[in-house]
């Protein structure tokens, strides 16, 4: 069943492009504050050092829908001249919002999206977080992806505080919420198909993000997503940072798709890659994953939510498996957050905005 215009906003940007690496820009979407202010660009040859487009100035604000207010976590995907953007509008709430542009400027009027309008009346979530947009070469049509805490699952052990507010000697606040990761999809991004849960490895988990993994094999069965997401637990639990998990190429057989550890087949994630318990910025909570491949190289780039500025880090692996530090080469506009960070062709952004030049 699909579903008409509702309530659903998010502004995150991946995008698509069949040019060579030398031929694209890396562009950085993200907001400052709490989302009140807009949608904000930054662009880099290298995908290290990012600067500001559009003078620092948002390429979108925020549209007033009542309680709806923010663009937060934006994400932004391109594909046959057209960029599609989504965007969490609230901290609370059943929706978020999408916008389609030809050049990063003008946008359409923004469509508030509700996946959980036939949902049951019972399991009501109470939020709608970070959503992600992503092509999908498999289905034909575009993935949404977004974490939210349903009421059906709340208080069962593997929500935030894990049982811990239940022992009178630790004095642990209860936090009951438990996240989960569900998913719309669209080919318009006028309709949506109703929301279904997509990964749910038994703890909170929230920030969901996909690149699709092309093998580069004559046989396409090896292809495969992998997907980088945020342990919301508390720390005291394993919590706080950022995981990795992959599966294969359909994501609707089966479905929900089987989601497993690089390392183990048995386990739905692997251990931290970044944030505590990893070896790469250990003393820091992390949010906000985006994950690209550059070459033999996977980058992930993340959110040092408890910075007051300054707050992006990068994690590079190989292999999925080990990863390094390599947070001091790169260079955001030091109020930016929690966006991604997306490919798009040189000759596109040209046609709008000043790009720095390769390897810039």
């Known amino acids: 069943m699909k579903i008409r215009i509702g309530c659903f906003v998010m502004v995150t940007i991946i995008l698509c492009s069949a040019l060579p690496a030398a031929d694209d ?10 989302g009140e202010t807009g949608v904000y660009l930054a662009a880099s040859g290298d995908g290290l050092t990012f600067q500001d487009l559009n003078e620092g100035k948002p390429v979108l604000t925020p549209p007033q829908w009542a309680g709806q207010n923010l663009t937060r976590d934006p994400s932004i995907v391109y594909r046959e001249g057209l960029f599609h953007m989504v965007w969490t509008s609230s901290w609370t709430g059943e929706c978020s919002g999408a916008a389609t542009s030809r050049d990063l400027k003008q946008w359409s009027e923004p469509v508030r999206v509700q996946p959980f309008q036939n949902w049951p009346a019972d399991d ?7 959503p992600e947009v992503h092509w999908d070469p498999v289905q034909k049509n575009y993935a949404i992806i977004w974490s939210s805490a349903t009421a059906g699952v709340q208080g069962d052990g593997g929500h935030n505080s894990g049982g811990l507010e239940k022992d009178p000697a630790r004095k642990v606040k209860p936090d009951l919420r438990h996240h989960r990761t569900f998913i719309s999809r669209t080919t318009d991004f006028r309709s949506f198909t109703d929301a279904q849960v997509f990964f749910s490895p038994g703890v909170s988990e929230i920030d969901a993000m996909m690149a699709f993994d092309d093998r580069g094999t004559p046989d ?3 292809d495969r997503w992998v997907m980088v997401c945020k342990n919301e637990q508390m720390q005291e639990l394993g919590g706080k940072n950022i995981r990795v998990t ?6 609707t057989k089966p ?15 692997s251990g931290p890659v970044a944030g505590p318990g990893s070896s790469v910025q250990a003393d820091q909570w992390t949010e906000g994953p985006t994950l690209l491949k550059v070459g033999d190289e996977w980058r992930l780039y993340f959110d040092r939510f408890r910075l007051k500025a300054n707050r992006f880090g990068l994690a590079a692996s190989t292999d999925l498996v080990q990863w390094i530090d390599r947070t001091s080469e790169l260079r955001v506009p030091p109020q930016a957050m929690h966006g991604t960070i997306f490919r798009a062709p040189r000759s596109v952004i040209l046609k709008t905005f000043s790009m720095p030049r390769p390897g810039s």
């Open 25 to 34: 820009v890396y562009l950085l979407s993200y907001f400052k504050g709490n």
């Open 124 to 130: 009501r979530p109470a939020n709608t977080w970070a």
């Open 220 to 222: 396409a069965s090896d």
């Open 246 to 251: 992959t599966v294969p190429a359909d994501l």
């Open 255 to 269: 479905f929900p798709p089987q989601f497993r550890s690089p390392t183990d087949p048995g386990k739905p994630w």
